[in-house]
């Protein structure tokens, strides 16, 4: 969806860079989100925004930071890059007006990060 | 607190016949719920949502689901499988409050194999 743009696509690093990831989208939304994907734990929310000026953990957010830069960009990054945070990275976004109503959120293409 | 049960972590099915994925969910209050598909190597698209209308939700592609109160149920179907079907598939479940700090919650996905 080019609604929802993530850079880069894929990332090949070495243990303790430090990576960041960003994430833009121009569906006007308030929330935006940063999940990672491992195989057979589905997708776990790592740190969330619901505003420029609102930053939340997520339930994994240990090793990782944040910095929502305006309404339509939100950066994930790792300071000290570890071998364990090989994963698929997926930035996502939703509408506060939808609150109440089941908001859906829309998925960035993802990022595939690779520390050895 | 709410959580999600996807009860198959794989289902293999022959091209044309029914699909069943099946999802159980708990949450604290009453929920809206998603199924969202991910091709090999994308994003994660929308296939359907329940958000307290119709108990059945017809989505993209031929799919569709039903929401059973009783059985804490979300079930995804189709009545013919496509070779393009095949994909991983995660059921959601976020709770319908009017807080505006809901956050969704994923299962751990069922892997769609179809036979030719």
């Known amino acids: 969806d080019a609604d929802v743009t993530q850079t880069p696509r894929n990332r090949i690093t070495k243990t303790g860079k430090r990576i960041m990831l960003e994430c833009s989208q121009t569906k006007g939304h308030d929330r935006m989100y940063w999940y990672r994907q491992d195989p057979g734990l589905g997708l776990r929310l790592i740190y969330y925004?619901?505003?420029?000026?609102?930053?939340n953990k997520g339930e994994i957010s240990d090793g990782y930071s944040v910095s929502r830069q305006a309404q339509a960009k939100f950066s994930l990054s790792l300071e000290s890059a570890i071998p364990n945070q090989t994963a698929l990275y997926f930035c996502a976004t939703s509408d506060l007006r939808a609150t109440g109503t089941g908001n859906e959120q829309f998925f960035g293409p993802g990022t595939r990060l690779t520390v050895l | 607190a709410q959580s999600v049960t996807q009860l198959d972590s794989h289902v293999s099915v022959s091209e044309g016949t029914p699909v069943l994925l099946r999802c159980n969910y708990s949450?604290?209050?009453?929920?809206?719920l998603f199924w969202y598909v991910q091709h090999p190597n994308k994003g994660l698209q929308l296939l359907l949502k329940y958000t307290s209308a119709a108990t059945l939700v017809k989505g993209i592609n031929g799919f569709e689901a039903e929401f059973k109160k009783s059985e804490t149920s979300f079930h995804l179907t189709k009545p013919s499988a496509h070779m393009s079907d095949a994909a991983e598939y995660f059921c959601v479940v976020i709770p319908r409050t009017n807080f505006g700090n809901e956050k969704l919650t994923f299962g751990t996905g069922t892997r769609l194999t179809i036979i030719p």
């Open positions: 925004s619901f505003d420029v000026k609102d930053i």
């Open positions: 949450s604290s209050y009453s929920p809206s």
